[in-house]
């Protein structure tokens, strides 16, 4: 089994909202990534964590958090957003890192 | 950074038709992944490769470590309209240290003509 879940599938919010994204692999995988995506463009790394600490920040703005509650779940929480954050975001896990990355389905966030 | 330079950008090809298409890169990569994306869903890993000169199948698919280790090919024999999609090739690049992330090829669209 090589599923990665996210939820929700589509999120509308607003500029004052806070909502959060969740992520969860039952793989038994140590590494788990945030990213995000625009239109025809490649994934855009934003958080790597691995064994459950936080190993890379991209330079995100910090009206994004991201959470690591444990080896299964990966939360990223969302507070005054601006219409340009909005994108598909994406959410893999590895084995550890460096190895093969697998995809979920990815949440179409639209910040209004 | 280590960049990926993916070709063709686009390509539209009838239905039965093979296609092609590669990276290269001015570095060496240990790892070659190739993913293909459907429009609103996340990357699917499709192949990779670990081994220099390493040739892997997957169904009617079949990609290849260039022997030199800065490139890598994926070939789509008899194409179907399902392989409509975005291909993107990557490879795991050292960031600061002991961290890993992943570089991407900026994707090649595929459209397939019934």
């Known amino acids: 089994d090589t599923e990665v879940t996210q939820t929700p599938k589509h999120l509308v919010m607003g500029m004052t909202n806070k909502k959060s994204l969740k992520c969860e692999q039952h793989m038994g995988h140590r590494a788990m990534y945030w990213y995000k995506q625009k239109a025809k463009k490649p994934p855009e790394l934003m958080f790597v964590?691995?064994?459950?600490?936080?190993?890379i920040n991209e330079s995100v703005p910090s009206r994004f958090s991201p959470e690591c509650p444990n080896s299964s779940l990966l939360n990223l929480h969302l507070h005054a957003l601006q219409p340009e954050d909005s994108a598909l975001y994406l959410c893999?896990?590895?084995?550890?890192?460096?190895?093969?990355?697998?995809f979920g389905p990815g949440t179409r966030l639209t910040v209004t | 950074g280590q960049q990926l330079n993916q070709s063709p950008q686009s390509m539209f090809i009838q239905e039965g038709e093979d296609v092609s298409m590669n990276c290269t890169s001015s570095s060496i990569f240990n790892t070659w992944l190739w993913y293909k994306q459907d429009p609103g869903e996340g990357p699917v890993l499709l192949i990779a490769?670990?081994?220099?000169?390493e040739l892997t199948s997957n169904g009617r698919l079949t990609a290849q470590f260039g022997i030199t280790r800065k490139d890598s090919f994926l070939n789509i024999s008899a194409s179907i309209p399902s392989d409509v999609g975005i291909y993107f090739c990557?490879?795991?690049?050292?960031?600061?240290?002991?961290?890993?992330?992943?570089?991407f090829g900026k994707g090649t669209l595929l459209t397939v003509n019934p």
């Open positions: 490769l670990y081994k220099a000169g």
């Open positions: 990557a490879g795991p690049t050292v960031s600061g240290g002991s961290n890993y992330k992943l570089t």
């Open positions: 893999a896990s590895s084995h550890t890192k460096g190895d093969e990355q697998y």
């Open positions: 964590y691995s064994y459950e600490k936080l190993s």
